[in-house]
């Protein structure tokens, strides 16, 4: 079935540093790819998406790529600030258009 | 509202009783949907209402929860005789139901505990 895999974390940066958070997926078909991000004490908002192979998708300085040949979406970042902190989430919305399937999340802890 | 919401925010509760989460989508949004956030754990997808079409009930975990849409809009989801392990985060998700692009909008969830 289909399901997302990303890397755990926490993953904690300096800032300015550079961030990958790894997401790959298995699914039937071409899924939809999304990132979410869940900052503290608030609900899971979209951060970027992507609909098609080679398609980018990309908000606040964040990118993810679709990657067919790999089935990966990378979440990258240049430089990461300290108000990035947060869960992230990778998804998929797969051949049976009701579901969507999340990953388990990484938190990312950016200190100043 | 301008987004989602769900209530109550935090709910606890007996081991054994009944609990009602409600949602309330965002105005126009056809589809909606209920997952389920344990600690440390992704989202698990519970339940899809589209429209007035039968909901997609393949994620309830067992046959103690159920939800219902009224009037196409607010949402409750039901669970019976809770049991400890149920305690997790609940969340509500609504989306516009017009395509396989479209943007899922969450609510801020109910924290759930049961003891």
């Known amino acids: 079935g289909d399901s997302v895999t990303q890397m755990e974390g926490p993953v904690t940066l300096s800032e300015e540093a550079f961030l990958t958070i790894n997401c790959t997926y298995t699914?039937?078909?071409?899924?939809?790819l999304f990132w979410y991000v869940q900052y503290p004490g608030e609900g899971l908002q979209l951060l970027l998406k992507a609909t098609k192979a080679d398609d980018k998708g990309s908000n606040k300085g964040f990118e993810a790529t679709y990657r067919k040949e790999t089935t990966s979406f990378h979440l990258e970042k240049g430089s990461v600030q300290v108000s990035d902190s947060a869960v992230y989430f990778c998804?998929?919305?797969?051949?049976?258009?009701?579901?969507?399937?999340f990953g388990s999340g990484t938190k990312l802890n950016v200190k100043p | 509202g301008a987004g989602v919401s769900q209530s109550p925010s935090n709910k606890v509760t007996e081991k054994g009783k009944d609990v009602e989460l409600r949602c309330d989508p965002i105005s126009g949004h056809t589809a909606l949907y209920w997952y389920r956030q344990s600690l440390g754990q992704g989202l698990e997808f519970l339940i899809y209402?589209?429209?007035?079409?039968?909901?997609?009930k393949s994620g309830l975990p067992s046959d103690r929860f159920s939800a219902e849409r009224t009037g196409g809009s607010v949402s409750t989801l039901t669970i019976q005789r809770t049991q400890q392990e149920d305690s997790a985060v609940y969340l509500c998700a609504s989306s516009s139901g017009q395509g396989f692009q479209e943007t899922q909008y969450f609510g801020p969830g109910t924290r759930l505990l049961v003891l």
């Open positions: 699914a039937t078909g071409y899924p939809s």
């Open positions: 209402f589209q429209g007035n079409s039968a909901p997609d």
């Open positions: 998804a998929l919305r797969g051949y049976n258009f009701n579901k969507f399937y």
